[in-house]
T-cell receptor, first 114, second 111 residues
Framework: KAGVTQTPRYLIKTRGQQVTLSCSPI?????VSWYQQTPGQGLQFLFEYFSETQRNKGNFPGRFSGRQFSNSRSEMNVSTLELGDSALYLC?????????????FGQGTRLTVV | DAKTTQPTSMDCAEGRAANLPCNHS???????VYWYRQIHSQGPQYIIHGLKNNETNEMASLIITEDRKSSTLILPHATLRDTAVYYC????????????WGAGTKLIIKP
């Protein structure tokens, strides 16, 4: 069974630009969550999508957005990039059938903003 | 904020059992305890989870105290590849599927 796939693995962008990251969940998983990881703040929840609907959102500015497609693949977008957006962005998928369901993570996209 | 407290770092000799403690004194009755680990710059890897009974799988064992206020993750025969940051997480109530992460424990396995 293929794992969670995130593309691209590495990305360098300039301040003010926008970026789109992609996540393909494990087959059959309908929930996709996004996390940002930085050395200073650790792992922080961005948002979760289930059946193409955003179900939960973390405490991030509106520049961070996402969407989910009918095949459960998800994208997240960051507009007007700032230096502080440099981070490892992680995607996790799960079946979301109950509180006892584990989430499986991809390898992440390393975004560097210069 | 994270609902768990873990030691910042621990050492363990290769081949010995690694016991990683976690305090979650404010855990609610229907919240699960999850353990993940993250090897440098990789995505977190699921290890195990439990509600109130002890759990075991091919990677580790999870021991949860009877009052559920603390737990211990046991890696029975640690190898160098088990060097990682280990996160203990309590699943948020109200069907919110987000995971709230603390700083974790940096486990270093020494030869």
């Amino acid at each position: 069974k293929a794992g969670v796939t995130q593309t691209p693995r590495y990305l360098i962008k300039t301040r003010g630009q926008q970026v789109t990251l992609s996540c393909s969940p494990i087959s059959g998983h309908r929930s996709v969550s996004w996390y940002q990881q930085t050395p200073g703040q650790g792992l922080q929840f961005l948002f979760e999508y289930f059946s193409e609907t955003q179900r939960n959102k973390g405490n991030f500015p509106g520049r961070f957005s996402g969407r989910q497609f009918s095949n459960s693949r998800s994208e997240m977008n960051v507009s007007t990039l700032e230096l502080g957006d440099s981070a490892l962005y992680l995607c996790a998928s799960s079946t979301r059938t109950g509180a006892g369901t584990e989430a499986f993570f991809g390898q992440g996209t390393r975004l560097t903003v210069v | 904020d994270a609902k768990t407290t873990q030691p910042t770092s621990m050492d363990c000799a290769e081949g010995r059992a690694a016991n990683l403690p976690c305090n979650h004194s404010t855990i609610s009755g229907n919240e699960y305890v999850y353990w993940y680990r993250q090897i440098h710059s990789q995505g977190p890897q699921y290890i195990i989870h439990g509600l109130k009974n002890n759990e075991t799988n091919e990677m580790a064992s999870l021991i949860i105290t009877e009052d559920r206020k603390s737990s211990t993750l046991i890696l029975p025969h640690a190898t160098l590849r088990d060097t990682a940051v280990y996160y203990c997480i309590v699943r948020v109530v109200d069907s919110n599927y987000q995971l709230i992460w603390g700083a974790g424990t940096k486990l270093i396995i020494k030869p």
